[in-house]
């Protein structure tokens, strides 16, 4: 839905699937709208590595970091945009929407977890988090821990963070050995 300019990166680290070449047969579509592409394929698998060198790629301006499984509303990185359209440092997200669990452990999970407060009153960043470019100034690389949306989330006061009215979709982890 957005029509502005878009700087694709995908980085796709260890990847044992498709990923690097269904975003590749994307190219076209993305040329064709005025955005950019550049898909790296990384030996090494690990989300901050991924996140880390994604970034020496990115030009200044916003950033949406997501996951590979999130789904998105069309109209969440307009939303986006729109909200991080400031020089004040400022941290975005959508809508939660948590996918629905296959198992039984997950699926109470996940009903435990929406009802925590920074949940229902918050922007989580659960899967999918934006910073403007002053925002993205308040840290250098990203740590080597398992929560990167947490990380960047506590950058902010709850002042800067911004919620779009926007969906987006989530799948819990499944079973009880992952969570």
Same mark, same amino acid.
């Given at each position: 839905? @957005? ?13 044992? #699937? ?5 975003? &590749? ?9 005025? %955005?950019?592409? =550049? ?7 690990? =989300? ?8 020496? %790629? ?10 590979? #499984?999130? &789904? ?9 945009? /729109?909200?991080?359209? #400031?020089?004040?440092?400022? @941290? ?6 948590? /996918? ?6 997950? &699926?109470? @999970?996940?009903?435990? %977890? ?7 009153? $918050?922007?989580? $960043?659960?899967?999918?988090? /934006?910073?403007?470019?002053?925002? &993205? =100034?308040? %840290? ?24 779009? #009215?926007?969906? @987006? ?11």
């Amino acid at each position: 839905d @957005y029509a502005g300019p878009v700087q694709v990166i995908v980085i796709a680290n260890g990847c044992h #699937d498709d990923t690097a070449e269904r975003a &590749r047969a994307r190219g076209t579509e993305f040329t064709a709208r005025g %955005w950019s592409l =550049k898909v790296e394929e990384l030996a090494q698998g690990g =989300k901050i590595g991924a996140l880390n060198h994604g970034d020496t %790629w990115a030009s200044d301006g916003i950033r949406v970091y997501l996951d590979a #499984d999130i &789904r998105m509303s069309p109209r969440l990185i307009s939303g986006l945009v /729109a909200v991080l359209d #400031d020089p004040a440092p400022r @941290y975005a997200g959508g809508k939660l929407v948590v /996918a629905p669990a296959q198992s039984l452990i997950s &699926r109470h @999970y996940a009903r435990f %977890w929406q009802s925590l407060p920074f949940v229902t009153q $918050g922007v989580t $960043g659960a899967g999918l988090f /934006a910073v403007n470019a002053n925002g &993205r =100034k308040r %840290w250098g690389a990203f740590p080597q821990i398992i929560s990167d949306d947490t990380f960047a989330r506590l950058q902010f006061a709850e002042s800067e963070r911004l919620l779009v #009215d926007q969906p @987006y979709s989530w799948p819990i982890v499944e079973g009880f050995g992952p969570l």
